[in-house]
């Protein structure tokens, strides 16, 4: 039983409490978000420009029935 409860006292001061090493690293988070953030629109940019290229293409491809 006092084992039981040490570990719900160490899990609940974990969940509460960061552990005293994560105060001198604060901006470790920050930077994974802008890293993860800048991959993300990266990705979606070269996506959008083959998609644009693919979606003229088809467009261009439909006839109108309008003689030029």
């Known amino acids: 039983m006092k084992g039981l409860l040490q570990r719900v006292q ?4 974990t ?6 090493g994560a ?8 930077t994974d ?3 993860i953030i800048m ?7 070269v996506v959008g420009g083959i998609l644009i290229g693919e979606f003229t293409t088809a467009a261009e491809s439909i006839d109108l029935g309008v003689n030029r």
Not at 23 to 30: C, K, L, P, R
Not at 39 to 45: G, R
């Open 15 to 20: 969940w509460i409490a960061p552990p005293s």
């Open 39 to 45: 991959v993300s629109i990266t990705i979606a940019t």
């Open 10 to 13: 160490h899990r609940a001061r």
């Open 23 to 30: 105060s001198t690293d604060t901006g470790s988070a920050t």
């Open 33 to 35: 978000w802008i890293l």
